[in-house]
């Protein structure tokens, strides 16, 4: 079993900018990859960024390139999404993801919400 929890959601101005945490713990040796997804109130969940645990080969959506950055950190089981020049249609509810032991997505966290409004 994997334990995730999100964190560093809130209220930002456009073109403002917010970092994501997210920790894993419990059976975080099998973990292949973590990513990120996002759901905006009316919307299905669309994929946001991963990054692979092992070789840290980075995927990002078209809509947040260039402006989102995914990282990990091995040592503390903890992966972080920098989002920076955000804008409203960012507002969504963010989730991290882990696929341990396989390469689809198996944990998920319960989201944190981020507000991007002026």
């Known amino acids: 079993q994997v334990q995730v929890v999100e964190s560093g959601g809130g209220s930002v101005q456009p073109g403002g900018s917010l970092r994501l945490s997210c920790a894993a713990s419990?059976?975080?040796?099998?973990?292949?990859?973590m990513g990120w997804f996002r759901q905006a109130p009316g919307k299905e969940r669309e994929f946001v960024a991963s990054?692979?645990?092992?070789?840290?080969?980075?995927s990002y959506a078209n809509s947040v390139r260039g402006r989102f950055t995914i990282s990990r950190d091995n040592a503390k089981n903890t992966m972080y999404l920098q989002m920076d020049s955000l804008k409203p249609e960012d507002t969504a509810l963010y989730y991290c993801a882990v696929a341990s032991g396989q390469t689809t997505y198996n944990y998920w966290g319960q989201g944190t919400q981020v507000t991007v409004s002026s």
């Open positions: 990054i692979n645990w092992i070789g840290g080969f980075t």
């Open positions: 419990g059976n975080t040796r099998s973990t292949v990859v």
